[in-house]
């Protein structure tokens, strides 16, 4: 009987010290999972740029429904721009020679750097605009 003990017991150790690292991995794996930090703001600057030219809070052409993708250039003011989007991100807006911005020169001063820090998004779309296709450029600054 004790020499059966005796015999078991090794591999009874090596299994639990195989299941012991088994567990330990897990634990690391799910601890790296659970502790990573997820990067959102290129999707939050990607829904607030569609907000601009689907809403009709924003600039979305509206009469009896509303027109996404098409620009009311009465409804494309810095004024609207403010109230149509609440953030502390820096905003930037340009359609043929008119550009708004919720802050235009804080923009400019810090685009290039953001460009070296990665924390700006930007996008160019053609919009309908008096029934013309238009480029549309827009950015966000992201406010980290």
């Given at each position: 009987?004790?020499?059966?003990?005796?015999?078991?017991?090794?591999?009874?150790?090596?299994?639990?010290?195989?299941?012991?690292?088994?567990?330990?991995?897990?634990?690391?794996?799910?601890?790296?999972?659970v502790n990573q930090e997820i990067k959102v703001g290129n999707f939050e600057s990607d829904l607030m740029m569609k907000r601009?030219?689907?809403?009709?809070?924003?600039?979305?052409?509206?009469?009896?429904?509303?027109?996404?993708?098409?620009?009311?250039?009465?409804?494309?003011?810095?004024?609207?721009l403010k109230n149509c989007i609440s953030t502390d991100n820096?905003?930037?807006?340009k359609i043929g020679d008119k550009e708004i911005s919720n802050d235009i020169k804080s923009y400019k001063d810090q685009l290039n750097l953001c460009k070296l820090e990665k924390n700006c998004y930007s996008e160019k779309k053609y919009v309908?605009?008096?029934?013309?296709?238009?480029?549309?450029?827009?950015?966000?600054?992201?406010?980290?």
């Open positions: 009987m004790s020499s059966d003990l005796g015999e078991k017991l090794p591999y009874q150790v090596l299994i639990l010290v195989v299941l012991g690292i088994m567990v330990a991995a897990v634990v690391a794996v799910l601890h790296l999972a601009l030219f689907y809403s009709s809070d924003c600039f979305a052409l509206e009469d009896l429904r509303v027109y996404p993708g098409t620009i009311d250039m009465n409804k494309f003011t810095e004024e609207r820096l905003i930037y807006a309908l605009v008096e029934n013309k296709l238009k480029l549309l450029e827009m950015g966000v600054i992201l406010d980290e």
